[in-house]
């Protein structure tokens, strides 16, 4: 596996290998790796030649007040991780790489990034938009996979490959989650064991709605009031949001009809934590 950590050489490395006819598969994370990143690399490989993994912890997706500074970096697990896993390429940036100290240019998507995550964490997709755009811009993948768990971020991707023309497919991963149901992340490292524990609540209020979609239930208050009753039973949890939105556009539906996404924000102590599920129903 090779580690590289200047922009010129990684665009001069992607060149290289697209002259010699190579597809090249990415996955951009910021590190702290898990199973639910391997198994982007998993996914990765099996549509491409090459696989590139970068990691970097984006500054300006953070808002001021959230974790930047205390963002696990376990860079030599990292690292071994990634070697394991099959990984081609490491791409390991530093911000003087990414970001010059004038920098002043921005992608933004305007839309589906106003509500859910964005509604608190205002800027945060800017943040996103701009460095997957320069990532990709870096790194000239043919394909790059992004996880459901972050399934606002994964559509404002997809909107921003789609309205700047970008020739780079995205592919969805599964969400991966842990034999109790809790969905990976890099964050849960900041749970106590109380914390964990507390944490199984958004699988169970999850499971519980789809239970109610199979009884027949479509009314997305009623949905909601069942879903928020098994937070509430947690004392530890604070709802941030429950939203029941419109698969493709994220705006809120009343009744649950073709696709939902009902996604979830909660904090528990200092973590924030999201999950989410996507719901299906035969047209009634
Ligand atoms: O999902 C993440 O880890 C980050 O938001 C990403 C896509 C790597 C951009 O910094």
């Keep these: 596996m090779e580690i590289i950590r200047t922009v010129r050489e990684m665009q001069r490395w992607a060149l290289e290998e697209k002259r010699k006819g190579r597809f090249i598969g ?22 491409s030649d090459l696989v590139v993994l970068s990691i970097f912890v984006n500054p300006i997706q953070f808002l ?10 376990p860079v030599e697990r990292d ?14 940036p530093d911000s003087a790489q990414m970001y010059a100290p004038d920098h ?10 106003r509500g859910l995550c964005g509604a608190t964490r205002s800027g945060h997709f800017k943040g ?26 994964l559509r404002v991707i997809q909107r921003m490959i789609r309205d700047l023309n970008i020739p ?6 599964p969400i991966v989650r842990e034999p109790d149901g809790l969905a990976m992340s890099s964050r849960n490292r900041y749970l106590t064991p109380a914390e964990r524990q507390d944490a199984l609540c958004l699988r169970r209020a999850l499971d519980h709605v789809e239970k109610c979609i199979q009884e027949g239930e479509r009314d997305v208050e009623t949905l909601r009031k069942e879903l928020a009753g098994v937070l509430d039973r947690v004392p530890a949890v604070r709802v941030e949001y429950i939203e029941f939105v419109d698969d493709e556009t994220l705006q809120p539906v009343k009744r649950v009809e073709r696709l939902v996404l009902v996604a979830l924000a909660i904090r528990i102590g200092l973590t924030r934590l999201i999950d989410n599920t996507v719901l299906m129903t035969r047209q009634d």
């Design 168 to 173: 780079v497919e995205i592919i969805p991963g």
């Design 64 to 73: 001021p007040g959230e974790d930047f500074s205390r963002y696990p970096r």
């Design 128 to 153: 996103v938009t701009t460095v997957v755009a320069k990532l990709f811009n870096i790194v000239i993948p043919d394909v790059a996979v992004f996880g459901q768990k972050d399934a606002q971020q």
């Design 26 to 47: 990415f996955v951009p994370t910021m590190g702290c790796l898990h199973e639910g990143h391997l198994s982007l690399v998993k996914l990765a490989r099996s549509r």
């Design 104 to 113: 002043s240019v921005i992608i933004e998507e305007t839309l589906l990034s």
């Design 79 to 92: 690292e071994s991780l990634c070697l394991e896993s099959g990984v081609d390429v490491l791409f390991y």
